[in-house]
Nanobody, 119 residues
Framework: QVQLVESGGGSVQPGGSLRLSCAASGFTFRIYTMNWYRQAPGKERELVAG????????NYANSVKGRFTISRDNNKNTVNVQMNSLKSEDTDVYYC????????????WGQGTQVTVSS
């Protein structure tokens, strides 16, 4: 059974930090690009950060560059995103995503975790 379980969401004041974690199971983690998306009510889901499997190449949305850092551990099947200097506009539900890089196309999603940035 495929599972992506997010944790680490919560409430923080502007300028604060949070670290989101995603624990993956039920698929071959090392051949999947791992991503974090976010979505506000009534808006489209937005790619925040991604990291490829073997080389660990990263990409970020312009709105989070320099503030967020994505990382992965292929031995523990986890992907994290460290979020610093948080702003109110970072308030969203954050989703972990896995996208297969080779062979048959396959995508998995976590259930989401709420991040609220407010004073």
């Amino acid at each position: 059974q495929v599972q992506l379980v997010e944790s680490g969401g919560g409430s923080v004041q502007p300028g604060g930090s949070l670290r989101l974690s995603c624990a993956a199971s039920g698929f071959t983690f090392r051949i999947y690009t791992m991503n974090w998306y976010r979505q506000a009510p009534g808006k489209e889901r937005e790619l925040v950060a991604g990291i490829t499997s073997a080389r660990g190449s990263t990409n970020y949305a312009n709105s989070v560059k320099g503030r967020f850092t994505i990382s992965r551990d292929n031995n523990k099947n986890t992907v994290n995103v460290q979020m610093n200097s948080l702003k109110s506009e970072d308030t969203d539900v954050y989703y972990c995503n896995a996208r297969r890089e080779v062979g048959e196309s396959q995508t998995y999603w976590g259930q989401g975790t709420q991040v609220t940035v407010s004073s």
